[in-house]
């Protein structure tokens, strides 16, 4: 097993990737932890990992905007496990597209604190721990719409909270890389998700969907969880401040 023995945090762990992350990592031999903000989702997910793959679990209800519930997640964790070997920045949230001068202040702010802030506090609470043992493999999840903006769909705040990710993800591969901690960043294209059922439930809408990708359909959370899996492995021991864009090529267009 590619992950036997390591210590996972996974947040946004109930998501359509998150999950994919947290069973693929638990079927790999990881123990997991799993934070989110839904308790019931947690826990439900968690006994499932608990039976399926013989590893431990531990959820943790955890809002990463707030200070106080990630230290305590933290202190739960390392209670429990002594170390955190591997982290995967996965939380976040896409807003309906919007023009940006009508964008409110607590819509920009909403986004900025999860998807930007909420990665800097998990991980600023994490490396202290990595570095002590000098080791750890950190993997942020960003977008391509962190890469380039879309004509047509406007979001810019949110289209600038992963472009954020992936700078913050070189430069602390770049600053940690004396203690072996490694830190990459994958670009997911469109992949199937809550937001998306409506459309894939529509016959006509899910074919025009499929038909602007150039491998001919849109990304599973699986396909995101293996790359990943990958990175967050001792096989890309050697690969540090990465961009792995995963999007079925639609960024070559």
């Not at 072996?180 to 998306?196: A, D, E, Q, W």
Request: charged share 25%; glycine share 6%; proline share 3%.
């Amino acid at each position: 097993m590619r992950l036997a023995k390591k210590v996972a945090l996974v947040t946004g762990a109930t998501g359509a990737i998150g999950s994919s992350i947290t069973r693929l990592f638990a079927r790999e031999g990881a123990a997991i932890i799993l934070l989110g903000r839904d308790k019931n989702k947690l826990e439900s997910l968690s006994n499932e990992i608990s039976k399926n793959y013989s590893v431990d679990a531990l959820p943790i209800k955890t809002n990463i905007t707030v200070e106080e519930e990630i230290q305590a997640a933290i202190n739960l964790a390392l209670n429990r496990f002594d170390r955190i070997d591997i982290l995967i920045n996965n939380a976040g949230f896409t807003n309906d597209p919007i023009e940006f001068h009508k964008t409110t202040d607590d819509l920009w702010n909403e986004l900025i604190n999860t998807n930007l802030i909420g990665t800097f506090r998990v991980t600023r609470s994490v490396l202290p721990f990595m570095m002590e043992r000098r080791y750890g493999s950190i993997v942020n999840v960003s977008s391509v719409a962190g890469m380039r903006a879309i004509e047509k769909v406007p979001l810019a705040v949110y289209n600038s909270t992963k472009a954020g990710i992936i700078m913050f993800s070189k430069s602390i591969a770049l600053e940690y890389a004396e203690y072996n901690i490694r830190c990459n960043v994958v670009c997911p294209g469109t992949v199937r998700s809550k937001f998306l059922e409506p459309y894939l439930e529509d016959e006509e809408a899910r074919k025009i969907l499929n038909s602007t990708q150039p491998l001919g359909r849109i990304g599973e959370p699986e396909d995101v969880a293996n790359a990943i899996l990958y990175l967050a492995s001792d096989e890309a021991n050697w690969v540090t401040g990465s961009v792995l864009v995963i999007d079925g090529g639609l960024s070559t267009k």
